[in-house]
């Protein structure tokens, strides 16, 4: 048997990092097991559903190197693979349960649906439709329709339980009496997502569903649906949701972006790739950074773990840097490179500087960031109009004779490179008592108007003589 599993997003909202992590695991085990993945938009939220929505599913997915089989935008034998094209189908499905009275007409309108909820709610009991419209004769049905009311069509629940073997989670048991007739066509002839999911599995031969644990509960609608309609129920495995830290829900506070904002902020694919395959899944040992290719190697369905994965913002920056630092320094200026050039505020810094500038400054910072966005940051230390973070340290006379020194020595020099910052170190130990942090802490303070940073003999040959010494001067008039 081959394995088909799929990934169904609603074009709503971009992709988060729950939707990609479910996504992902999806494309592992196809790829593990030589399976196939298909791709299909569940857009039948017609008033929240966005064409630029489904546009950056496909470009997201592809930027994370997550691949599909079958989808709307490469096809396949079991297409449409957008669910608002195929209305027909699940109103023909629909129409074929009405006929075996395996579903039914329901009248019921919300607002009685709504107070029936609350009184069972007051009383203890669970609030689940209570069937009423199951027994309606033919009679009560045409009279219904004759006032003008449209009727949803409810799927009929068996009595009894329902046992499934969860591939994470064990064997899991339903008590059906707890669970309702539910709708599975609305009176505007629209599918529910208990419908369309059901038959799009079942006539696009899904052999298991990789999905998070929120829909456990539909379950085992969704099993008896698939059954009632002719087909063998897939295999389920529901991942652990990802919560923030101390279990709380994960909110964008906490990290919860988009993947398109990790895209702008410039993580690495791979390493976004890497920390969230970490997410409710090992390997078994201490590995925790993987190429694309090495996951592919080694996930596992019997690795993924049922609790609750904690989404870490420092562990995603530590992943991150170390996918950085592992690239060359050809690859890393050519990524750096692509990711900025983009942005023509940015690019103002590299104005009037040389490629050989360019490289060198981009090397400086190859292992103090782990995204590309922190390069603007990193940067300001060449910009003119930088501000002092730590203005007092500058301001007693010790420290303004060492500054003093420092201009007379770079006005005198006529040579600026590296040996320079040595030269002006052993000229400021020899006319000055200061030495240790007391020395180099004011010249960074001046040069950068930072307080951290690369090495000063480093960053120095590229701020460039005419920079310091006109900082130097700025800060000595005031």
């Not at 990290?255 to 395959?277: D, F, H, K, Q, W």
């Not at 190429?291 to 369905?301: K, M, Y």
Request: positive net charge.
């Amino acid at each position: 048997m081959t394995i088909r599993v799929r990934f169904a997003p609603s074009p709503t909202g971009y992709l988060h990092i729950g939707n990609a992590r479910t996504a992902l695991f999806n494309y592992l085990w196809a790829s593990r097991m030589k399976g196939e993945m298909i791709l299909r938009i569940e857009d039948t939220d017609f008033e929240r559903s966005r064409k630029e929505y489904e546009d950056a599913v496909y470009e997201d997915l592809k930027w994370l190197g997550i691949k599909w089989n079958e989808g709307p935008d490469s096809g396949g034998k079991y297409g449409p693979y957008r669910q608002s094209e195929r209305l027909d189908i699940y109103k023909e499905k629909v129409d074929s349960l009405l006929r075996e009275g395996r579903a039914y007409y329901c009248f019921c309108q919300q607002d009685e649906l709504e107070k029936r909820r609350e009184e069972a709610l007051k009383t203890g009991k669970p609030p689940r439709y209570d069937n009423r419209c199951r027994s309606l004769s033919q009679k009560e049905i045409d009279d219904r329709r004759a006032r003008g009311i449209k009727p949803s069509v409810r799927f009929k629940i068996r009595e009894g339980e329902l046992r499934l073997t969860d591939l994470i989670r064990g064997e899991v048991v339903f008590d059906l009496s707890l669970i309702g007739d539910f709708i599975i066509l609305r009176p505007d002839e629209t599918p529910t997502f208990h419908l369309a999911v059901c038959v799009d599995d079942g006539l696009m031969k899904v052999t298991h569903v990789l999905r998070g644990e929120d829909h456990l509960s539909n379950t085992p609608r969704h099993i008896l649906l698939l059954e009632a309609m002719g087909f063998r129920p897939p295999q389920y495995a529901h991942l652990s949701l990802i919560m923030g830290p101390g279990g709380s829900p994960l909110s964008k506070r906490l990290g919860a972006r988009s993947i398109r904002e990790y895209r702008t902020l410039g993580y690495m694919p791979e390493a976004l790739v890497n920390y969230l395959s970490l997410l409710g899944w090992s390997p078994g040992d201490d590995r925790e950074i993987f190429t694309p290719d090495g996951l592919e190697r080694v996930f596992s369905i019997e690795r993924v773990i049922k609790s609750s994965a904690i989404f870490d913002k420092d562990k995603l920056n530590w992943v991150a840097g170390q996918h950085l630092r592992r690239l060359t320094g050809e690859e890393y200026l050519a990524r750096a490179k692509d990711f900025l050039k983009s942005d023509g505020d940015f690019l103002s810094v590299f104005k009037g500087r040389g490629d050989k500038w360019i490289d060198r400054a981009l090397l400086l910072f190859k292992d103090s960031i782990v995204c590309f966005s922190e390069l603007k940051v990193k940067f300001a230390f060449f910009d003119e109009a930088a501000v002092i973070e730590d203005k007092g340290i500058l301001e007693n006379a010790e420290t303004r004779a060492l500054l003093a020194e420092a201009l007379n020595f770079l006005e005198a020099e006529k040579a600026f490179n590296e040996g320079t910052f040595a030269a002006l170190i052993d000229s400021l130990k020899k006319k000055t008592t200061l030495k240790g942090k007391a020395l180099y802490h004011p010249l960074r303070l001046a040069f950068t108007a930072k307080n951290e940073g690369p090495e000063l003999v480093s960053l120095f040959p590229l701020l460039g003589r005419d920079l310091c010494i006109k900082r130097l001067k700025e800060i000595l008039r005031k």
